[in-house]
């Protein structure tokens, strides 16, 4: 088993889910941060089931994620 970062937002009406590096749409959501992540490792765990080892992107391992805020 592979471990993935999952990022998840706040967002007005609820939160969602998502992970890092994993080809394909794999999202979860739910009213609570724990429900998000909930979701998003339910579809994580159904996605690899349905097509396999192959939806990991490239073999590098993803320390940490960062996110910054930027003026466009």
Request: proline share 3%.
């Amino acid at each position: 088993m592979k471990k993935l970062k999952i990022v998840i937002e706040r967002h007005p009406d609820g939160y969602i889910a998502y992970p890092i590096r994993l080809k394909g749409v794999c999202v979860g959501q739910g009213d609570t941060y724990e429900e998000a992540l909930s979701d998003v490792k339910s579809a994580v765990k159904f996605h690899i089931e349905t097509f396999g080892e192959d939806v990991f992107e490239e073999d590098t391992e993803i320390l940490e994620a960062f996110i910054a805020e930027a003026v466009a």
